[in-house]
């Protein structure tokens, strides 16, 4: 059974400052899937990722899948409030289902 | 743009009661599935169908059935209600079933098994 851990699993910071949430596995995926959920909606998709070692931007938001494909990392640079929400990683598996990471819980006070 | 819409939004059951949970999509979308969200535990998948007529089972198939007679509509069924599927369950649809397809999600319903 594959699985992704999501670390950390709560993240609590200030305006301003800069974070990273880190999706890990033993186990390679053909894609890496990153979603935003805010309370009382389902999760919306920020990014796909595909190829070892592939980098995204999103306005203040960076996405990376590792070289093996085995994990990624979500960097958001001078977090606002606005981006408080849940983070969910979603690595594809070999059948074509989406396997989830347990969710970064994300608050950014003003 | 209506996307996915799930019904109900909100529902209370008793232990052993039955119900369906409908899903629909309105992008034409062959590949539909449901998840449910627990805390601490992220989306694990329920079942899944990769078009009209055809089901499979996902990581936690057990207590609930669904059917797709057609591509719009795939409803999840709750044959005898525990405590244990008090969750929040979410619909999505994609384009295909290749894994980088993006996932669209309906709202959620959110349901209580007393």
């Known amino acids: 059974t594959q699985l992704l851990e999501q670390s950390p699993q709560f993240l609590s910071i200030q305006e301003g400052e800069n974070l990273t949430v880190y999706c890990n596995s033993s186990?390679?995926?053909?894609?890496l899937q990153w979603y935003r959920q805010e309370p009382g909606e389902g999760p919306v998709l920020l990014v796909t990722?595909?190829?070892?070692?592939e980098v995204k931007k999103l306005k203040r938001l960076t996405f990376q899948f590792g070289d093996a494909r085995k994990d990624s990392s979500l960097h958001i640079t001078a977090a606002q409030p606005g981006d408080t929400g849940l983070y969910l990683c979603?690595?594809?598996?070999?059948?074509?289902?989406?396997?989830f990471g347990q969710g970064t819980e994300l608050s950014v006070k003003p | 743009n209506a996307g996915v819409t799930q019904t109900p939004k909100f529902q209370v059951l008793k232990t052993g009661q039955s119900m369906t949970l409908q899903c629909a999509q309105d992008?034409?979308?062959?590949?539909m599935s449901w998840y449910r969200q627990d805390p601490g535990m992220g989306l694990r998948l329920i079942h899944y169908?990769?078009?009209?007529?055809?089901?499979d089972q996902g990581e936690v198939p057990n207590g609930y059935n669904v059917s797709r007679s057609t591509t719009e509509d795939f409803p999840l069924r709750l044959l005898s209600a525990a405590p244990s599927q008090t969750s929040v369950y979410f619909c999505?649809?994609?384009?295909?079933?290749?894994?980088?397809?993006?996932?669209?999600f309906g709202d959620g319903t959110r349901l209580s098994i007393l």
């Open positions: 990722v595909v190829t070892g070692g």
């Open positions: 999505a649809s994609s384009y295909s079933s290749r894994s980088n397809q993006p996932q669209h």
């Open positions: 169908s990769v078009g009209a007529g055809i089901t």
């Open positions: 186990s390679v995926f053909s894609s």
């Open positions: 992008m034409n979308h062959e590949y």
């Open positions: 979603a690595g594809g598996d070999q059948g074509g289902k989406l396997i």
